[in-house]
């Protein structure tokens, strides 16, 4: 595909002894004075760490590390290093409660998931969500007006946010808002002598020549772990022409179960350097970049995330030292060639994997076969660059298919056979075939435009329109659509984007109540709200995800169940089985009163302005989903019960 690379960061390297380990050529850039940061958690005792930086997440890579807290909240967050609070946020997802500390050095410091903040900071926050009347809050206070010294606890931990657990999300930025790798500051609390892990290995042809065992297709390994500690794979892998590898591989860390990503992965082939990789530092506005470094069809169908081991059309991290062809091999003849690929963590543990390519002749020649092609299992893909046409076959006829393009017809025969299919190759940036026949069968391929990045630019259908961003895509997209009733399906949930993109779609069926009707995205039986607007019998929506919307109502109101509706305190559970909540409101005689909401459970509770002043009078909950139903709930609140005392029972 075409390739647009910015630089948009310079590594560096440090700790002594780690520049042989690791991307020799890079400048040094960075410096880690030790000692300038305490730990933020027990400091001074054994910790363990339940993430790291660069670890592939949904949508990201993590940006820092993942504290563990005993499994438990409550725990003395203390600040790493002097400094002043310069934003402080209240949110449902994300890092839930969360402090940012600048520090005299330029640095910043994150601390995420918290349970409370300490005071002043505390009364601050509630007065200024009082004050907006609302619980989601991000405030920038001025400079110096709540200051901490290093050491002095600033919070309690908590699993507030999109927190699974427990722990404390804990960050170091430099002036620029890059995330940098905290363990390289000299952390004694966290030890490590235990190498990285290689779990998948995935090879791929990347252009319309290139084969694998005589296939146009990816195929997976599983590495052997020998005694030595090194890894091998235990069959020749067969190839030609330009290939690219994907990797599973974890560091793991001493005494923890827990898989972290790596920090480093370097591939030579015959001894000569191909690939390097380092995730030292990276930009917190790229991090949605991270899903064009996967195999992002891969992890959408299994959850599995291949870290893509070479540089991807429309990168725009300056996290590699390549090759002349971006860290891909080249296999142009027939004779062994050995691959070695060298995986090290922040420790500069490593684990080292070793294979054997064999070359292929570049041009093998098809068996021959008197087929008959099958014309139910005519199945169209669309790899990288190239169209892929698969169909069954029977032993009785020579077959070749006819390919449509704007009333042109192409005759193929086929370029290889795979699993008893004829397989046809197509490199679509030469045509786009709108169908194909094969026999007395013609089938829809469904491609209907070439969106080029850094251009925004529109495709208009009958019934549906897409308008891309100038950032929507990573890099040239095969535009493909077909809607289906009230359906609508654009490429395949596979395809990541960089950025939204804006989609019209007028269903076949307009619905009786468009008030409550919103579009959905279908995964698997799943349906995910994404909202959209009408305008007369179409609705516009945006979406950051291909794959296949659906419009549908949501007529059904939110429940809401209180568990205590006291003078002291409000407490419940809130919730939306289809669109999901999308605000609330409680009122105590009329006055708003701040509901702390944990979105992972539902649960809300009160938080009074003035704890001494005891709620009066009459409680009104609204909650309101995203497609607009309400609930509303009034009820008097009431004296907390007097506990009465246990009285033992005298024996007879």
Known sequence: MHYHFRAMVRIGLLLSGFMGLCLT???????????????????????????????????????????????REGLNVYAAAEGYVYKVAVQRSGYGNVIYLRHPN?????????????????????????????????????????????????????????????????????????????????????????PPKFVNLAIRPLDINGRLNGQFGRKVYSPVKLKDGSYRLADTVSATGILGIDMVAHDQMTGTGFRYGLQCIEIKMDGNEVFSYNIEIFPNTATRDYNNLIDYETEQKTGQRYLKCYVPDGNNFNLYKTNAINGKLNITDTLLHEVRIKITDSYENASELVFVIKGEPQNPPLPVYDVEINPEYIQTDVQENTLVIKAKYYRSAIPFATLYSNGKEVKKEPDLYADESAVFLTDLRKYMPDSVKIGKTTVKTFLRSQIFPAVASSYKADKWSVDFRNTSIFDTLFLTGQQNFNALTINNRGTALKDYISVSFKPETVPENKERTRVYRYIDGYYRFLGGAWADDEIKFETRELGTFVIQADTVPPKIRLVEHSKERIRGFIGDATSGVDHYKALVNGEWVLMNFDSKKGYIWSEKMDPTVPFEGELTLEVTDRAGNSTILQTELKDLPVARKKTKKRKK
Do not use: C, M, W
């Not at 400091?43 to 504290?67: E, Q, T, Y």
């Open 106 to 194: 330029g640095q910043t410091t994150v601390y995420g998931h918290l349970l409370k903040f300490s005071d002043p900071l505390a009364t601050y926050v509630r007065e200024e969500q009082y004050k907006k009347q609302t619980f989601e809050i991000d405030l920038f206070p001025e400079a110096g007006k709540f200051s901490f010294k290093k050491g002095e606890i600033i919070a309690l931990s908590g699993n507030t946010g999109g927190s699974a657990g427990p722990h404390l999300h804990f960050e170091i930025r430099d002036s620029k808002d890059n995330f940098l790798n905290p363990l390289y500051f000299g952390f004694n609390e966290i030890k490590d002598v235990t």
């Open 25 to 71: 050529s890079f400048a040094q850039t960075q410096t880690y004075p030790k000692g300038y940061y305490q730990f933020p958690i027990r400091p001074g005792l054994a910790n363990s760490l339940a993430g790291g930086l660069g670890d592939l997440r949904s949508n990201h890579f993590h940006a820092g590390l993942d504290i563990r807290t005993e499994q």
